[in-house]
């Protein structure tokens, strides 16, 4: 069954609004999520990973006060799109880390939320 | 549920060919996607299929039956720089994209 839930799995807004995407950890804490934008039938491209009660660090090219991250707990991370426009329109995706003991770790995606802003 | 399973890991030699296979069960299905992710990096889109049959791209190959709720992934002439994790995902009918916990792919020379 699936480990990390995001929601919603679908959202339609009006252009300038502000879009709260939600990814959840269902069954572990993880102290790092990642978070995705993904092009139809393109790689992932990694924009902010997000560190619990610590700030995210952005993938140079992403506007942090245009998506706010905010990793307040171990099992929730909010990716928050402000003043949304068309050219925001995607697919979003998010990841957990779950440490395994040792070294050893896996990252666990979510099932994505689809954004269309018109 | 929804569920998709590909091994944990697999190992083979450099220069031989190396089949991975990933079962899926999804309310609904509109395509299934595997990505190469090298370790601390995002994934990098290999293939999409949504027609059943054989895709070839170059030395990678990827194989869908939707009766059989089955993909596998083929590499060919395997290279070092092949290793990595390979990640197995079906959209469903919401294009929600369920994935698989991916495979661990280790080359020896």
């Known amino acids: 069954g699936a480990v990390v839930s995001q929601h919603p799995s679908w959202v339609i807004c009006k252009s300038g609004t502000s879009v709260k995407i939600e990814c959840r950890s269902l069954d572990f804490q993880a102290t790092t999520m990642f978070w995705y934008r993904q092009f139809p039938k393109q790689s992932l491209m990694l924009m902010a990973t997000s560190n619990e009660g610590s700030k995210a660090t952005y993938e140079q090219g992403v506007e942090k006060d245009k998506f706010l991250i905010n990793h307040a707990s171990l099992t929730l991370s909010t990716l928050t799109v402000t003043s949304a426009h068309p050219e925001d329109s995607s697919f979003y995706i998010c990841?957990?880390?779950?440490?395994?003991?040792?070294?050893?770790?896996?990252?666990?995606f979510g099932p994505g939320t689809r954004l269309l802003v018109l | 549920g929804q569920n998709i399973d590909q091994p944990t890991e697999m190992t083979a030699t450099e220069g031989a060919i190396v089949q991975i296979n990933c079962t899926y069960q999804t309310s609904g299905f509109n395509g299934l996607f595997w990505y190469q992710q090298h370790a601390g990096e995002a994934p990098t889109f290999l293939s999409y299929n949504v027609l059943d049959g054989l895709e070839e791209k170059g030395r990678f190959s990827s194989f869908l039956s939707r009766s059989k709720g089955y993909s596998y992934l083929l590499l060919k002439e395997l290279q070092m720089k092949d290793s990595a994790s390979y990640l197995c995902?079906?959209?469903?009918?919401?294009?929600?994209?369920?994935w698989g916990a991916g495979t661990k792919l280790i080359i020896k020379p």
């Open positions: 990841s957990a880390r779950r440490q395994q003991g040792g070294d050893q770790e896996t990252q666990y």
């Open positions: 995902a079906a959209m469903d009918s919401n294009y929600q994209l369920i």
